[in-house]
């Protein structure tokens, strides 16, 4: 029997007269009708998933628009609900419990087979199964009051306040993964796309200067002006010492080497995420690529380099020789750094302008350096304020304002924490670090004002190894601390590395040349060939040390393999 909405007759129900015995309905149970069927109450609980209306509000749905889901309920709660549409002729079951509204349509079969098994436990049970979004989740209606809700902070706003979450005692990884990984992808390709630039910028007025010298050289015949180990250099064509040359290509091709290992790891973590792979997803370090992307140019361009300063060695073409290695020890320390601490890195532009500055003081160095006693003092100043800036940026992972204020912030700090009350730091693992770095730094600054060493570039440069070795060390102390293990891959690379390393470092000793004293002096230090009759030691340094380089590239990139199936907020950051 068809049924409209409005002023129809309802023929009573068979079950009526037992309904007429039955005990009235409880307080609860009327106030919970009322409740469930009041427009008020419908609304907050029947917004859409979908669409919005309006100015980003979501849109109204009624009850009557779609098909409600048929819920089963678990056994011992209440007796199973019966629906319309399990009755033979019955319509399809739409909406809520009295039928559809839709064109007026409805049985009176299915009604009165509704109301007739339904009891208090069902409807009791359909007010506990009844979904309620969480308050952090749902929508806003528009409000009457007087002052806007928009205006006060939600307790979400504990998961996404970077204050908040950056000034933990204790952070995980996770607490620090939480841009979008494709942001960060783009982020650090512009380490790559960046330090490709800088290098046929930086690398092609070099060669012209090199071919320049040795045009001269070869003009003039003055073997004064370039420093070769005459005893040991064979020319090729119009090089003067082609196996001085020959020997930096190992950097190029270990570099290159290091360019595909990359990218294949990063073809099998793509992978592994268009599989939806949990591990890639949720797990381990977060794999960024980019910087090691530009560790592996930057090693091809310090043996592009190299050789470009052997063609004419002397005092002002070291500085490029030096000029990528400033690179690669700041492209390290950024990639220790960014393991743990992926959010907050820091970005290519400013990483490189940084680096630049170093590089321009290397320039001033070595015009300025020598026996300037104004330069030494200008220089160790802006290092310790440097390095003052740079651990107080890492100390408060970068939530710390340099202004006005800043001063009476300190003076607070100091009065509160040393004079008033003496405390201990929030962050020791942190303050260590730093107080270590400081004491390294400072005393770098002091042996360059007193010593006033001549070869600035190199002694800027171990200002950078230096650092870069500090961090390593912690990092690598931390990790054990912390319950962590070092697989066997990058405990093997740690050990011949080091190796490596040392053996490279004896042979660079051994001064074949020095443009620190006069060309005559320089020659009292020629020696012959070691090797194959043609390579002398300082190329057997470059082949060392290219290899080492290469297994240093390979600690950093496997020393976290251990992480892989741990999750990120179960990993600490250090």
Sequence with gaps: MNRSIRGTARKPCQCWSLEQSRPRPTLAVCSFAWAYFSPST?????WPAGRTGGRGRRAFWWPWTEPAQKVVPPEGLGHPRVLADSFPGSSPYEGYNYGSFENGSGSTGSTDGLVGSAGPGDLSYNYQDHSLDPVGTRPRLDSM??????????????????????????????????????????????????IATIAVFYALPVVQLVITYQTVVNVTGNQDICYYNFLCAHPLGNLSAFNNILSNLGYILLGLLFLLVILQREINHNRALLRNDLYALECGIPKHFGLFYAMGTALMMEGLLSACYHVCPNYTNFQFDTSFMYMIAGLCMLKLYQKRHPDINASAYSAYACLAIVIFFS????????????????????????TLLLSTQLYYMGRWKLDSGICRRILHVLYTDCIRQCSGPLYVDRMVLLVMGNIINWSLAAYGLIMRPNDFASYLLAIGICNLL??????????????????????????????VWGFALFFFFQGLSTWQ??????????????????????DIWHFL????????????????????TVQRDKIYVF
């Design 42 to 46: 419908c609304l907050p609980c029947s």
């Design 145 to 194: 009051s007087s002052v806007e809700e928009d205006d006060y902070d939600t307790l979400a706003d504990i998961d996404s306040d970077k204050n908040v979450i950056r000034t933990k005692q204790y952070l995980c990884v996770a607490d620090l993964a939480r841009k979008d990984k494709r942001v960060l992808r783009k982020k650090y390709q512009i380490y790559f796309w960046n």
């Design 363 to 386: 320039v001033l160095g070595v015009v300025f350096g020598k026996g300037n006693t104004a330069f030494w003092v200008i220089f160790s100043v802006i290092h310790i304020i440097a």
């Design 470 to 499: 500090l961090y390593f060390a912690f990092y690598i102390i931390m990790k054990l601390r912390s319950g962590e293990r070092i697989k066997l891959i990058p405990l093997l690379c740690i050990i011949c590395t080091s190796v």
């Design 517 to 538: 004293k006069t060309p005559a002096e320089s020659r009292e230090h020629n020696r012959d060939c070691i090797l194959l009759d043609f390579f002398d030691d300082h």
């Design 545 to 564: 040390s290219s290899i080492a380089m290469f297994g240093s590239f390979l600690v950093l990139l496997t020393l976290d393999d251990d992480l892989d």
